[in-house]
C-alpha cells in the first residue's frame, strides 16, 4: 500500500513540476486530475452490480471497459491537444505525459491487488 501512494504520489509531483516550473507556467494542464478521478469509477460501477447487468461476460461490464479505455485516452490526449495548440510547451507535455502514465499504472495496480474476483475487470 505504501508502494502504491508513493508511485501516485510521484505521478501526481510530475503533473505539478509540468506546470509549476518557471519556464512551462502554465496550469490548464491540471485539469487531467479530472480524468484521474473519472477512469476506475465505471469499473468500479460495473464491480457493484454484478448481480443486475454486469455479470460475467455481460454487456455491462463491457461498456465499463469502454468507458474507461476513453477516459484514460483522454487523460492522454488532454497534454498532446494542448501542446498542439502551443498552450503548453513540449517539456510540460513530456512531463505531464509520464506523470499520466505513473498514475494510470498505480489505479491498474491497486484495482489488481485489491480486486476480489478472478479476472481483473
Known amino acids: 500500500l505504501v508502494a502504491i501512494t508513493f508511485s501516485f ?5 510530475l503533473d505539478v513540476l509540468g506546470c509549476a516550473l ?3 507556467d502554465c496550469w490548464w494542464p491540471m485539469f487531467i486530475v479530472i480524468f484521474y478521478v473519472l477512469a476506475p469509477i465505471p469499473i468500479m460501477i460495473s464491480n457493484r452490480m454484478q448481480g443486475d447487468f454486469g455479470s460475467e461476460g455481460g454487456v455491462g461490464k463491457d461498456i465499463a471497459i469502454y468507458c474507461t479505455a476513453v477516459f484514460v485516452t483522454s487523460g492522454f ?4 491537444i494542448l501542446a498542439h495548440t502551443k ?5 510540460a507535455m513530456g512531463l505531464i505525459l509520464g506523470g499520466s502514465a505513473i498514475v494510470y499504472l498505480t489505479i491498474l495496480a ?3 491487488i ?8
Open 110 to 112: 491497486y484495482s489488481k
Open 22 to 24: 518557471p519556464e512551462y
Open 114 to 121: 485489491f480486486n476480489r474476483s478472478d479476472d481483473l475487470w
Open 9 to 13: 504520489a510521484c505521478g501526481i509531483l
Open 87 to 91: 498552450i503548453i510547451q513540449p517539456g
Open 77 to 80: 490526449a488532454f497534454p498532446m
